[in-house]
């Protein structure tokens, strides 16, 4: 277990930067549960490694393979937006396989919250890049078509987060999307803290865990 502090974060590039030492491409692998950092940690690994180890490193997020609006509403599932099964598995999946065989350039989509909707072909993947951050929630999931996923990783991590943490900083970001205070607590409750419960409760174990308590 691991405090998430600076020293960690340090340590814990240097480690990415060791490991991927002998590979053309490293896949790390950081999964946690909505709210637990994993943009912040992700966005902090990469400056580490391009700045202080002069390591090419992107980071992937698997929110830009959010279903788009209509999709769901078509399935009825724009209520549970955020859930495993509103993301598009198979297109993620055959991005991750395609950035492990690494046989040319690939272009990732992101997801824009302001919009909320995916900008696809946001931006590219060089072949020579070295390292490759993958974040999100369900990364580690012991659901079939995520579990699967693992086989891309070459390590991975888990941000551990009290709860109480995480329904404080949800709140926070749907407050930060100009909701009043009822509809934030409600959008946190329905839907972001039983997607945490179960990212929680059904993730396989990571590599190494970063707690914050």
């Given at each position: 277990m691991h405090d998430y502090t600076s020293n960690k974060l340090h340590t814990l590039a240097d480690h990415i930067v060791e490991m991927a030492a002998n590979k053309s491409r490293y896949i790390f692998a950081i999964a946690g549960a909505p709210g637990s950092g994993k943009s912040t940690l992700a966005q902090s690994l990469?400056?580490?490694?391009?700045?202080?180890?002069?390591?090419?490193?992107?980071?992937?997020?698997?929110?830009g393979f959010h279903l788009d609006n209509q999709e769901l509403i078509q399935r009825q599932l724009l209520e549970v937006k955020g859930a495993p099964e509103t993301f598009d598995l198979e297109g993620f999946r055959k991005l991750l396989a395609d950035i492990k065989s690494n046989q040319g350039k690939i272009y990732a989509p992101i997801f824009?919250?302001?919009?909320?909707?995916?900008?696809?072909?946001?931006?590219?993947?060089?072949?020579?890049?070295?390292?490759?951050?993958?974040?999100?929630?369900?990364?580690?999931l012991k659901q079939s078509g995520w579990q699967q996923l693992a086989q891309y990783y070459d390590s991975s991590a888990y941000l551990e987060v009290p709860m109480a943490l995480l329904r404080e900083r949800l709140v926070g970001r749907w407050l930060s999307q100009n909701l009043d205070i009822d509809m934030a607590i409600a959008k946190a409750e329905h839907?972001?803290?039983?997607?945490?419960?179960?990212v929680i409760n059904e993730s396989n174990a990571a590599d190494i865990t970063l707690s914050i308590r």
């Open positions: 990469q400056q580490l490694i391009c700045v202080n180890h002069q390591r090419s490193c992107q980071i992937v997020a698997m929110d824009d919250r302001d919009i909320d909707a995916v900008v696809e072909n946001a931006y590219e993947i060089s072949t020579d890049t070295h390292i490759i951050l993958v974040e999100g929630n369900y990364l580690l839907n972001d803290l039983p997607n945490a419960k179960l």
